[in-house]
């Protein structure tokens, strides 16, 4: 199995010199396993170079499948800028959490890209989509068995566990860490992360920034790597960087690898893990 990251930050692009190491693009990581559809867990900007990577090495016209979170902005606004699906025979796949009015996971895409906020609807594309609501579920993609579980962030948010033979990896983008700053550790969190090789996890704020910013959805590298070490995940990628942050910070980030057999590490745009 084969992680690579493609987008790591949160909220919203950035770019210059101060982020150019650990990248700006906001949420997609792809999942590649032999004889398997590509996985993508979700569609933020750095969607786009996952289509320009996957059209250089394949000449067919794509075949995907995206397990997306929610309907932040920067899970999905990659969407309209994949370039494979504007091509006849593309399909992608698509699952996501069903809206708190009823809206279904399709109807709150569809609203998101059409006028006056995009030129093009879904519709017009070339590619055909295909939608699943997901809330607490298990379901086959191909080989994968994958189950989906509410997580705390704003509106309604889910995270993945994944696994294939004996591989798992958790994806966990947002996640609203308790207001008082403790480590309380929900119980669909929990089913997400425990054993996996590779936990991805939300790691927006520092400490301070957690402190003025409580009731933002997110949470720190510290309470991720609590939850890491709890689940007995063997490894996290410390994820969903804030759009401040530069290199240098992430670079000084304490990664508290020290006894608990958990590794700790900062999710890098361009990187490719093998599980
Ligand atoms: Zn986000
Ligand atoms: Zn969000």
């Not at 700006?24 to 398997?36: F, L, M, Y």
């Not at 609807?121 to 298990?138: A, I, M, P, Q, Y």
């Not at 403790?182 to 089913?191: H, M, T, W, Y």
């Not at 425990?194 to 959805?217: C, M, P, R, Y």
Request: net charge negative; aromatic share 10%.
């Amino acid at each position: 199995m084969q992680v690579t990251f493609h987008g790591v930050r949160g909220s919203t692009p950035c770019h210059g010199p101060l982020t150019a190491k650990y990248g700006g693009n906001t949420a997609c990581v792809s999942i590649q396993s032999e004889g398997q559809r590509p996985l993508l867990l979700d569609l933020g900007t750095g969607l786009r170079y996952f289509g320009q990577m996957y059209k250089t090495t394949n000449p067919d016209p794509i075949d995907a499948v995206a397990l997306v979170t929610h309907m932040h902005w920067d899970h999905i606004q990659g969407l309209p800028f994949f370039s494979p699906i504007i091509r006849d025979g593309a399909r992608l796949e698509l699952y996501g959490p069903r809206q708190d009015d009823g809206r279904t996971f399709f109807e709150a895409v569809s609203n998101a890209i059409r006028q006056p906020t995009f030129p093009v609807e879904l519709h017009d594309l070339r590619g055909k989509f295909e939608f699943h609501d997901v809330e607490n579920d298990s379901f086959m993609v191909d080989d994968f068995h994958i189950t989906s579980r509410s997580v705390p962030h704003n509106g309604p948010t889910v995270g993945y566990r994944i696994e294939i033979g004996n591989k798992s990896v958790a994806y966990i983008s947002d996640h609203q860490q308790p207001l008082d700053g403790s480590f309380a550790l929900p119980d669909g969190v929990r089913e997400l992360a425990e054993d996996v090789d590779l936990l991805i996890h939300d790691s927006q704020f520092t400490a301070t920034e957690f402190a003025a910013k409580s009731n933002w959805g997110h949470c720190t590298a510290e309470f991720a790597t609590q939850i890491a070490i709890a689940c007995r995940a063997k490894s996290i990628a410390l994820f969903h960087h804030d759009p401040d942050r530069t290199d240098a910070e992430l670079d000084a980030t304490p990664l508290c690898n020290s006894t608990s057999g958990t590794r700790v590490f900062i999710a890098q745009e361009g990187a490719t893990i093998s599980l």
